[in-house]
Every structure is written in C-alpha cells, then in structure tokens.
C-alpha cells in the first residue's frame, strides 16, 4: 500500500530530503538542522532541564502569556487569554498622516499668534530643543500666524480650521488630542515609534500586535490590511516602506497585507491561464503536504505560518475581488464621500474600502496619506491636502455610524509628528513654510471606547509645547490597546530574553481621561 501521497509510485515512507530537489539544497537544509536547529534545540533542552530543576513541575509560560499551539506560529488565544477585559472596540481603522499635519492651521487654535506675525519666538520658548538640520542654521525664528479663520461649531464648541468644513461637521464626535508628542523629531524615527513603538526597524507594529493577540474576525480576508493613498506629484511624499506593517519577530503570518489601487489588488493571486479552482486547491494539497513534512523534519514554526497563508491566498481569489467590486454601492455611498471615491487609490476610496473591511471583519486596517511634509509652500498645499482628505474622514464616521458599525470601531487619525509655529526659510503674508516639531502634535479618535465632544490636552499661546495633560505615543498606543481590551503591560511576547512590548520598557499610561 502507499504510504507517500506526493508519489504515485512509491510504497515507502518518504521524508523532504527524498524528494526531487538539487543536491545543494538537500545539503543546505542538512546543514541548516545541523547548526541553527540542533544546536537552537539542545540548549532549549538544558534550559528546560535547569528549571526543572528549580522549579520542579511548574509549567513555563508560552512566549505571550500563553503557547502555541502544536508549534504553530498561530497563537492559542484560550491560552494567552485576551482579551483582558471587555473591550468597546472590536476592530480599528487607522487614517495616518504621514509627514506631520500642522497642527496651528487644523485644529489648535492660537488667535494671540497674528499679533506676532514675523517676530522670533521667545527663547524661553523654544528652549534648547533640538532643530532639525533644515532650520538649525537659521538667524532667526519668525512667528507665522495661521493663514486660515477658525470657528467654533458643535455643541462642544470645538475650534475647527475653515481648511476642514467636514471636519467641523463632526466635531461631536470626535476625541481631540491635542498634546500628543514623540521623542522624535525626523520622519523616519517618528514614524516608526509612532506605528511600532520604537524607532529601530524589526518590531512588530500596532496591527500585527493586535492581529497576533486579537486573532481574525473573518475566515476569507487578511486579519491586517494596508491601504496607500496614491501621490499627488505636486505634495511632498515622504516614502512609506513596509516595514511599517512588519510583524518582526512576530510570525509573518501576522505582517498587514497591502491591497494595491491599480491592475490586481494583491500581486500574484489571480490563477494564470490553464489553471481553474479545482487544479489550484489540488496543488495547494500537495504543497501543503509537503510543507507538513518539512515542519516534521525541521521544525520552523514559519512553516505552519506559509500554509496558512497559502490557505487564506486562496480564498482571497473569491473575496477581494468581492471587497473591491463597488458597482452595488448606493447612490447615498457616492453623495457622502464625493466623486473621489470612485476613483481608486484616492484617499476617498481607501476610506470607502476600509468601511467595506469593518463590515467584512477585518480586524485592523491602516490607510496612509503622505504629503504633510511641508517645509515651504503651507498656503499653496495645505487647501489640497484638507481637500483630500477631510471629505473623506467625515463620510467614513458617518457611514460607519448609520450602518451601526462605529460603536464598536475605534476610528483614528494621526501623524507622527507635528509643525513648527515659526517659519521655515522665507515668511512673507502670503505665504510660509514649517519644520518638523515633535513637542506637541494633534490627533483624534471617535468610536468604540473613547468619549465623543472632548478635546483633551493644552499647548502654550504658541503651540509649541504641552502645558496640560501630555499624551506620549507610548501612552497613545497604550490607550488603543485598552480600547481593544488588551492591557499594554500584560501583553508581551519572549523574544531576545526581553519580555517585549508595543509600548517598549519605558512606562506608560492609558489617558483615562479620553475614555468612554
């Protein structure tokens, strides 16, 4: 009788190595076991037998508070026990503005600051800050008012930019941050302890966290999706690379999935010519049989991790192209977000398709706009940018609103840092530019967990730093985590000898002042 399903001549057991591969590899993999693995499994071996020793026949924990299950990547979420408490929030949606929104002209208002037009900041202001190479060579540091009127609106009477009708239309809504600040004051540093907690490349980002802890909601997409507006040549775009949805040490299994806005949404997924559904799963039965025995014989957990996404690769066939199909989307759709919306890659469409992902079950979904870099030029760029965007922000609050969907959404806006409140290079009436300012920066958040009508935290008469209530991005992400039911400080991962941390060794707080 066979006992080799991948042959159909054989009628003995057959491991990897028999297969019909190169000699090279075959020796590669032997000597792979031979170091890494042998040598990674013996001194796990004299680790357990030390504890053993110590401990008798205590149970060690898993890798985040809980183990895998059969060595698999995936964790046994019973067994790392999450969520910790009831969560308000079930799912996230993060609109990120990459390069550092400035926060004076959107929603921090300083009336006292066009009194000041073209004097240099105090120095007791400004302190000893650090400058960034761009403005550090500057003789003076002349104070650029606002370009544009604000006004109250909302029963909470928030001070909104004219740049954001939308925005103001909302304002109810919304759990405005205004003393959000980093430690960072360059893009790339920023952006990385913004999304991963840290300012090194290699740690897993908000969404893998939560894809890893939290699990999937649905059995036919990606717990993880990322979403890049396409670029507006006229912006300043900052690059945004993939690092920025790694899972690091985390199982690839838990990296955020890009959908791209132009030809296929995921490269590689649609079958070639010649191939239908039943010759794919048939393939994808012997890969995976194949894969089995390499787990068996090498004993990578990545291994469980590429046959699961084989599996989900194959169901994406059917519900992505689903996902992206608007044609049965009402006209009502197309009156809240705008013409833009029908045009993919806008910031518009991204906003419609992360709606289209909450009601699917993605678990976490990450859009990003680039442009608000703006060191020169703020008058000419920041109209098209809020255009962009504040439409767009408005309609997805509202629509996931009416369909019921936002009580348990956590919706969240934010850059990785903030603007300067004095001029970058020229400053006439007409126009001006800003540097990067990692002191005090605004971001909001509405739905699932947090309180709506709230603005919370205080800068100076400049905007230039927090003089009540700071909010730390360790403590920002802190309060994301909470809102999905996760206590920051309980949920760590093994890795290095360290019990890792979204929001790193250094302490932080949830703002239970925001929280609903």
């Known amino acids: 009788m066979k006992q080799h399903p991948l042959c159909t001549d054989c009628e003995q057991n057959a491991g990897v190595l028999d297969l019909p591969v190169p000699e090279g590899l075959k020796r590669e993999w032997v000597a792979l076991e031979t170091r890494r693995r042998f040598l ?35 964790p046994d979420h019973d067994a790392l026990k999450l969520p910790h408490f009831a969560p308000k929030a079930k799912r996230a949606i993060y609109l990120f503005m990459s390069g550092g929104p400035a926060q004076m002209d959107l929603l921090d208002y300083k009336p006292n600051l066009a009194a000041l037009f073209n004097k240099d900041i105090p120095d007791s202001v400004r302190g000893s800050q650090q400058l960034t190479g761009m403005t550090a060579g500057q003789a003076h540091f002349p104070i650029a008012p606002s370009h544009w009127g604000f006004k109250r609106y909302g029963q909470s009477e928030t001070w909104v930019s004219d740049l954001l009708p939308y925005t103001a239309r909302m304002v109810d809504e919304l759990t405005i941050i205004k003393s959000t600040n980093t430690d960072a004051i360059n893009h790339e540093p920023a952006i990385m302890l913004m999304n991963t907690g840290n300012m090194n490349a290699g740690k897993p980002c908000l969404g893998s966290w939560l894809s890893y802890g939290l699990g999937s909601m ?74 089995k025995q390499t787990l068996e014989e090498i004993g990578d957990p990545e291994t469980n991790a590429r046959i699961a996404q084989y599996e989900m690769a194959y169901r994406m066939q059917a519900s992505v192209p ?27 469409y991204n906003c419609l398709l992360a709606r289209r992902m909450a009601e699917r079950g993605v678990r976490f ?30 309609a997805l609050v509202t629509d996931l609103k009416r ?19 004095y001029s970058q290079g020229g400053l006439t009436a007409a126009n001006y530019g800003r540097d990067h300012h990692p002191r005090c920066f605004t971001t909001w958040m509405t739905g699932g967990g947090v309180r709506p009508g709230l603005t919370y935290g205080e800068t100076d008469d400049y905007s230039y730093n927090v003089v009540k209530d700071p909010v730390h991005v360790r403590d920002f992400n802190a309060t994301i985590l909470h809102c999905l ?32």
């Open 218 to 291: 649905n059995d036919n997409l990606p717990t993880f999706i990322v979403l890049q507006t396409k670029v507006n040549a006229k912006e300043n775009n900052q690059p945004v690379s993939s690092r920025l949805w790694s899972s690091g040490f985390l199982s690839s299994e838990f990296a955020g999935i890009g959908l791209r806005s132009g030809g296929d949404p995921v490269l590689y997924l649609a079958d070639p010519d010649g191939v239908d559904r039943e010759v794919r799963r048939k393939m994808l039965d012997a890969v995976e049989q194949i894969n």
């Open 403 to 421: 369909r019921g969907l936002l009580d348990d959404t956590l919706v969240i806006w934010a850059g990785e840092f903030g603007r300067t409140v």
């Open 40 to 74: 990674g499994r013996s001194g796990k071996v004299l680790g357990w037998a030390a504890m053993a020793s110590l401990f008798g026949e205590a149970v060690p924990r898993g890798n985040a508070s809980g183990d895998t299950k059969n060595g698999s990547a995936t």
């Open 322 to 348: 689903e996902l992206v199909d608007l044609s049965k989307e009402p006209q009502s759709t197309w009156d809240l977000y705008g013409p833009d919306a029908k045009v993919p890659g806008t910031f518009a």
């Open 485 to 516: 039911g996760i206590d920051h400080n309980k949920f760590t991962y093994k890795f290095q000898g360290l019990d890792q941390k979204l929001t790193g060794p250094t302490p932080a707080s949830v703002v239970n002042g925001i929280l609903a």
């Open 365 to 394: 979904t990450q859009v990003y706009k680039r442009g608000w870099d703006m060191h020169d030029n703020v008058t000419g760029m920041m109209p098209l940018l809020c255009s962009e965007t504040d439409r767009a922000c408005f």
